[in-house]
């Protein structure tokens, strides 16, 4: 099965092509903003570089959030719309999943996301199975509970946000991934049976509309 993967809701743009477990093409390019523009030429690219036509393609999965509202829309969009066009189906892959398989390793691993306002998103998972659903709280009660999970120098911390903890969980190791790796979002949406393609919404937007 040949999947496309994409990822627009952190601090990256990427996709990958995987057929059977085996990386066809990847690209990821660092960015805070204009995952719109960068998009489409991006996956283009991809595919240009696969030597494949669109129709090749089984399965799409994308990432989902928590993440930026803007960033994880584009990704969404950008999703369901080839999907629609090729007849393909489109699949959901959590963005703090990816981030901890991404980092690899057994043992406990809590991927987590800056939130702002002293807050993160962070999800817990042992052994690649997860042990608390993706949950967005002040960075001390998250700490807290991931420790009483397992004691704290046994955590490794992952994602944009993981130092954001590593001082609340003394002798945790950190890798701060900025956004997951591609070629990880195909595997887990290769695994597993379809998930909808909607966003993961842990809080309300910060823009408020104006008022007239």
Do not use: N
């Amino acid at each position: 099965m040949i999947v496309l993967a994409m990822d627009t809701c952190l601090g990256a743009c990427s996709a990958a092509i995987v057929d059977d477990g085996r990386t066809i093409a990847t690209r990821m390019e660092t960015m805070a903003r204009g995952h719109q523009e960068r998009l489409g030429p991006l996956v283009r690219g991809l595919f240009a570089e696969a030597r494949l036509g669109f129709e090749a393609i089984d399965l799409i999965a994308v990432t989902v959030g928590p993440g930026s509202f803007t960033g994880l829309r584009v990704g969404l969009a950008f999703a369901k719309g080839l999907a629609l066009a090729l007849g393909r189906p489109c699949t959901a892959v959590g963005s703090l999943e990816a981030l901890a398989a991404s980092a690899g390793g057994d043992g406990p691993c809590a991927a987590v996301i800056d939130a702002g306002r002293g807050a993160v998103f962070f999800q817990a998972f042992d052994a690649g199975l997860a042990r608390t659903e993706p949950t967005s709280s002040p960075r001390d009660s998250a700490a807290r509970v991931i420790a009483a999970l397992a004691p704290a120098d046994a955590w490794r911390l992952t994602g944009p946000g993981a130092g954001l903890l590593a001082d609340l969980l003394p002798g945790s190791s950190s890798a701060a991934l900025e956004a997951p790796l591609p070629h990880v979002i195909a595997h887990l949406a290769a695994g597993r049976p379809l998930r909808e393609p909607r966003p993961l919404y842990l809080r309300a937007p910060d823009a408020k509309p104006k008022v007239s």
